[in-house]
Each structure stands twice: as C-alpha cells, then as structure tokens.
C-alpha cells in the first residue's frame, strides 16, 4: 500500500481512479450547464408517454433490471469495489443485495401502496358528496447521490421514482461515475426507454446546473453544507428537495445488554465501508458498570480486522474514498487525543486506508464527537443513568440513526422513542437502510424528507384530491346570494353541523330547507 493522491476532475472530463490502488478507471465526461438542462427537457417530454405506462410495464422492466444486475452480478461488485474501495463482501451484502430486495417490492408492492383511497368525510358524506385520493407523478426527478453507496442509493431512489410515473435525471458523485453509468446502462439493457433514466457526469457544478435545471422533485444524499445550498437555490424555484445529509449515530449500551453482540455490533457498525456511512456508529455510550468488559470486547474484535484492497475476501476494511475524507479522519483522531482521550488500538494510516480506531475517555465536549467524521473510528464515553444517556445522546446537531442495547425490551423501546433520530434499532445497529419498506431519513440537521417505504414512495408523487357531488342537483346552502336566513343558517352551521353529530345538525332541518328555498326563489 502507498500513498494516493487523487486528482479526479479536469475542465472537460473526469477521471475515476480506484483510492485503493490509486490507478486509473476511467475517463467521463464533465457534463455543461447547458447539456443538463436538455436532459431534463428531454426527461420532460419523455414523462408525457411514462406516466400512462400501466403499473405492471413499469414492474416488467424493473423485473429484467433485477436480472441484468443477477447475470452480472459479480462484474458489478467489483466495480463498486474497484471505483469506491469497499470490499467487494460489502458491495454484494450491503449494496447489490439490499437494492435487489428494494426492486423486487417496489416493482411488486407500488400499484397496492398507491392505490387511489376513498376519504370518509363525515356528514359531506350525507349530503352525497364523495372524496377520494388519487396519486399523480411529479415528473423529472433529479437525483444528486454520494459516493459513499454509489450503486444501492441512486438505483433504489431511480426504481421508486420510475415506479411513481416519474423519469429520472441522476448525477453520481464525481468520485464514482462509472457506477452512476452503470446504472444507465442496467436500465437501458433492461429495454426502458430512452430519456426515462438519463445520467449526466460530473462534480458539484453539474449537480448545481440540474437543481438550476428546475426538475420537479430533487433526491439529494450529502453533506449538510452542500444539502443547505441545494435547499436555498432549489427554493429560487419552489422545487421541493428531499435532503439525505450527515449522521453522528449514537449507541447506547446498557450493563445488562448482551456485551458480546454490542462489541460485535459496534465493531460493524463503526467500521463497515471504512466507516463511511451516514448511519455508521460515531459515539458509543456505554453504562459504567459496562464499560471495561464492553472496551476489552472491542478492542478483540477490533483487531481480527484485516485491512486491504476490497477484492481480497478476508479483508474487512477496504480504502477511505478520497484524499479529502482520510484528511478529516486523521484531523479526528488527533484532535480525540489532543482533547485527552486515549487511543486502545488503530490510529495509523497507510496510503488511503485507516485503521480502524478505538479511542476511549471520549466526552462529548470533543469537537470529534459532534462533527461527522465518516471514517473507522469508534469512540467510546460512558454514562451513569438512563436519563444521562439518551441526553448524551440527543446532545447533536445530527439526528439520523441510533441504537439502544439491553435484554430489558421495554427500557430498549422507552429509551428509543426519546432519541432525537429518524430510526432507532434496540438491539440491531445500521443496516436499516438496507429494508426498502421502512421510511429512511433524518431529524435535525440529518435532513428532511424521507426515501424508502411507503413515506419515500409519497415524496414521488402529488396528492391529487377527487371530490364529486353525487346530488348536484340544489344548489348550495352555502352559495351567494346571502341574506338574513343565510346568516342565520351558517350560524347553525357552526353550532350544529360542524359538531360533526348527525343528532345536532338534524336540527339544522328546517332553516336549511328555508335556506334552499330562498336560493331557489332568486333565481
Ligand atoms: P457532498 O455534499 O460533497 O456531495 C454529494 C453530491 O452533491 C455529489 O454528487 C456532489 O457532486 C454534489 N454537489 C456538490 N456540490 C453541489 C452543489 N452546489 N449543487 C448540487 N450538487 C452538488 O457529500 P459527499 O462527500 O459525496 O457525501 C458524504 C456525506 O453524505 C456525508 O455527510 C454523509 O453522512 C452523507 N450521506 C447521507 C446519507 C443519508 O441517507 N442521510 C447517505 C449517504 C451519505
């Protein structure tokens, strides 16, 4: 392993290098402004045909999509091993397999969870009145990811966005284009047509010139500063954004949790993809009484760690993304024992890969434990009392993802309901993202919006509300002109009608049927 330095991006193309070997995967194309905004032109007008597309054409080719990624399955791993540095058991674990599970619900289950639904509208009813929701397509959405699970992302939030009616513009990171290509290229192999997926490659100017484009809906994943310059010029244009931004995960382990599955639970949650993920373990609170058994736990398995190139199976921990990413680690790690806490094992770096790191007496006036770090790191601080704890916990400008380890499930679930996160796992630690059918997405400055589950389903479409008069043959009581009885009746309105008793508004009979008279005498 040597040194890296990454220089990904030139004027009129980029380049993908693998940050494991640091040698070269290819060249693409740094899309212009102008070039975007065709894309989403042309995604526009394809729209007009997708959206009349039934449910089961769409579920058809998101079916043979599936089959594509199976026939090449492996080439598909190694890509996403060879262009982000993961180990190529992540990539088919946590990227290939969790996007195949998301396609096959989402091509199955969408026409059933956007299935138009009648709305009880209580006494309207009586009256003959019927509403009923009905969910229409947006149009183009753009889809801005990160590098950090450049294939499950995108190609998840592109299936559900196709399967809502809507066409997709995508815009992988600038550090892995190749796979945001092969995204494309999966969908056009699949025989969906063209201008419904398009790519266009990239770095931050390109991802600004489709925001610029005024898509109907953008998907952002990122960091909180680029999520806070999305969200000001998408609202130039009241574009609506769904922000997937940073994380800070807190674990709490209680002394009568299972010690041996928190320290393996910790120990894949800090570390899996290098720690570069927004619901990676960031602090670990532990109960005192725990807290030596839990570390020495740790520190064991941590050091069972083989770190590598991704395409060697035994490896564990593969390459950091980029120069910039180990750059913010080393600057954690330093500053952790700069501010008195004490590294147990890691700490080093080689090339772009880090050791993973156990720091202990960490405390949360650290800066490294409320800034994102996004590497393998696990630091951990203890806590004496339940109340403590979740304090600790909730003491973040991030709220994405936390855990809560005990045998006592109703402390687990008392304790998870007051985490400030957008999930809370008892028991379980990050790998939610991977369950297509539960709502992703963040508190705080996490994000807003969410993707995944009938929640992100709903982000793709607008509501559109149907409401028929089944009876339209008086006029309204309600309706001009108004007069003495009108007033009169709209006070019965409030007092008997809007009680929402059929008892008290049968009341309103007979200055109702006065009322109508009166509507029907003027005409
Ligand atoms: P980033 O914000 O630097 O870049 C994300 C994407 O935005 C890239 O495609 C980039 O080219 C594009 N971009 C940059 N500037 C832009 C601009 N002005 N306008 C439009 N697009 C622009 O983030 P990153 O370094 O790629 O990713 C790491 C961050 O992503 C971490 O903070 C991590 O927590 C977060 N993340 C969050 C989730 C989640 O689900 N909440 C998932 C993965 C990663």
């Given at each position: 392993?040597?040194?890296?330095?990454?220089?990904?991006?030139?004027?009129?193309e980029?380049?993908?290098?693998?940050?494991?070997?640091?040698?070269?995967?290819?060249?693409?194309?740094?899309?212009?402004?102008?070039?975007?905004k065709?894309?989403?032109?042309?995604?526009?007008?394809?729209?007009?045909?997708?959206?009349?597309?039934?449910?089961?054409?769409?579920?058809?080719?998101?079916?043979?999509?599936?089959?594509?990624?199976l026939?090449?399955?492996?080439?598909?791993?190694?890509?996403?091993?060879?262009?982000s540095?993961?180990?190529?058991?992540?990539?088919l674990?946590?990227?290939?397999?969790?996007?195949?599970?998301?396609?096959?619900?989402?091509?199955?289950?969408?026409?059933?969870?956007?299935?138009?639904?009648?709305?009880?509208i209580?006494?309207?009813?009586?009256?003959?009145?019927?509403?009923?929701?009905?969910y229409?397509?947006?149009?183009?959405?753009?889809?801005?990811?990160?590098?950090?699970?450049?294939?499950?992302?995108?190609?998840?939030?592109?299936?559900?966005?196709?399967?809502?009616?809507?066409?997709?513009?995508?815009?992988?990171?600038?550090?892995?284009?190749?796979?945001?290509?092969?995204?494309?290229?999966?969908?056009?192999?699949?025989?969906?047509?063209?201008?419904i997926?398009?790519?266009?490659?990239?770095?931050?100017?390109?991802?600004?010139?489709?925001?610029?484009?005024?898509?109907?809906?953008?998907?952002?994943?990122?960091?909180?500063?680029?999520?806070?310059?999305?969200?000001?010029?998408?609202?130039?244009?009241?574009?609506?954004?769904v922000?997937?931004?940073?994380?800070?995960?807190?674990?709490?382990v209680?002394?009568?949790?299972?010690l041996?599955?928190?320290?393996?639970?910790?120990?894949?949650?800090?570390?899996?993809?290098a720690?570069?993920s927004?619901?990676?373990?960031?602090?670990?609170?532990?109960?005192?009484?725990?807290?030596?058994?839990?570390?020495?736990?740790?520190?064991?398995?941590?050091?069972?760690?083989?770190?590598?190139?991704?395409?060697d199976?035994?490896?564990?921990?593969?390459?950091?993304?980029?120069?910039?990413?180990?750059?913010?680690?080393?600057?954690?790690?330093?500053?952790?024992?700069?501010?008195?806490?004490?590294?147990?094992?890691?700490?080093?770096?080689?090339?772009?890969?880090?050791?993973?790191?156990?720091?202990?007496?960490?405390?949360?006036?650290?800066?490294?434990?409320?800034?994102?770090?996004?590497?393998?790191?696990?630091?951990?601080?203890?806590?004496?009392?339940?109340?403590?704890?979740?304090?600790?916990?909730?003491?973040?400008?991030?709220?994405?993802?936390?855990?809560?380890?005990?045998?006592?499930?109703?402390?687990?679930?008392?304790?998870?309901?007051?985490?400030?996160?957008?999930?809370?796992?008892?028991?379980?630690?990050?790998?939610?993202?991977?369950?297509?059918?539960?709502?992703?997405?963040?508190?705080?400055?996490?994000?807003?919006?969410?993707?995944?589950?009938?929640?992100?389903?709903?982000?793709?479409?607008?509501?559109?509300?149907?409401?028929?008069?089944?009876?339209?043959?008086?006029?309204?009581?309600?309706?001009?002109?108004?007069?003495?009885?009108?007033?009169?009746?709209?006070?019965?309105?409030?007092r008997?009608?809007?009680?929402?008793?059929?008892?008290?508004?049968?009341?309103?009979?007979?200055?109702?049927?006065?009322?109508?008279?009166?509507?029907?005498?003027?005409?």
């Amino acid at each position: 392993m040597s040194a890296v330095i990454q220089i990904p991006i030139d004027e009129n193309e980029i380049i993908s290098y693998n940050p494991a070997t640091g040698k070269e995967l290819g060249r693409v194309e740094n899309t212009s402004a102008e070039e975007v905004k065709v894309a989403v032109e042309n995604g526009r007008n394809a729209f007009q045909t997708w959206r009349k597309t039934s449910f089961s054409e769409r579920r058809k080719l998101i079916m043979k999509a599936r089959e594509i990624i199976l026939a090449e399955l492996d080439e598909i791993a190694l890509l996403i091993s060879h262009e982000s540095g993961k180990p190529v058991a992540e990539a088919l674990s946590m990227e290939i397999a969790p996007v195949l599970d998301l396609m096959q619900y989402f091509a199955r289950n969408s026409e059933k969870l956007l299935k138009p639904r009648k709305i009880g509208i209580g006494l309207y009813g009586l009256l003959g009145r019927s509403s009923k929701i009905i969910y229409q397509p947006l149009g183009v959405v753009g889809i801005i990811p990160a590098w950090n699970y450049p294939f499950s992302i995108p190609l998840g939030e592109t299936v559900m966005a196709l399967m809502a009616g809507n066409t997709v513009v995508l815009k992988p990171s600038e550090l892995t284009p190749l796979i945001g290509l092969k995204i494309g290229e999966i969908c056009k192999k699949a025989g969906i047509p063209e201008n419904i997926v398009q790519v266009v490659t990239g770095a931050g100017a390109t991802g600004a010139a489709l925001v610029e484009a005024v898509p109907d809906k953008i998907m952002f994943t990122g960091s909180v500063a680029t999520g806070k310059k999305i969200a000001e010029a998408a609202a130039k244009n009241l574009t609506s954004a769904v922000l997937e931004l940073g994380g800070k995960d807190p674990m709490i382990v209680f002394a009568d949790a299972n010690l041996e599955l928190a320290a393996q639970g910790a120990v894949w949650g800090a570390f899996c993809n290098a720690g570069q993920s927004c619901s990676s373990v960031e602090r670990l609170y532990v109960e005192e009484s725990a807290a030596e058994k839990l570390t020495e736990l740790i520190v064991t398995e941590t050091k069972k760690l083989k770190v590598g190139i991704g395409t060697d199976e035994n490896v564990s921990v593969g390459a950091m993304s980029s120069e910039r990413q180990l750059n913010i680690v080393k600057d954690h790690v330093e500053s952790f024992e700069k501010d008195g806490a004490k590294l147990l094992t890691g700490g080093k770096s080689d090339g772009l890969f880090f050791e993973p790191t156990v720091v202990v007496n960490a405390n949360n006036s650290m800066r490294a434990m409320q800034e994102e770090t996004f590497g393998p790191t696990l630091p951990i601080a203890t806590f004496k009392t339940e109340e403590e704890a979740i304090k600790l916990a909730n003491d973040s400008e991030f709220g994405l993802t936390a855990s809560v380890w005990t045998k006592d499930s109703a402390k687990g679930k008392r304790v998870a309901e007051r985490i400030e996160a957008g999930t809370v796992c008892v028991n379980e630690v990050l790998y939610t993202h991977g369950i297509g059918q539960t709502p992703w997405g963040g508190f705080k400055n996490s994000g807003r919006g969410r993707t995944h589950g009938i929640e992100g389903l709903m982000e793709l479409v607008q509501p559109q509300h149907i409401h028929v008069n089944k009876l339209a043959i008086l006029p309204n009581a309600w309706w001009m002109p108004y007069s003495k009885t009108a007033v009169e009746t709209f006070r019965g309105f409030a007092r008997y009608f809007a009680s929402g008793s059929l008892f008290q508004t049968s009341k309103l009979s007979p200055q109702l049927t006065k009322r109508i008279k009166e509507l029907l005498k003027k005409k």
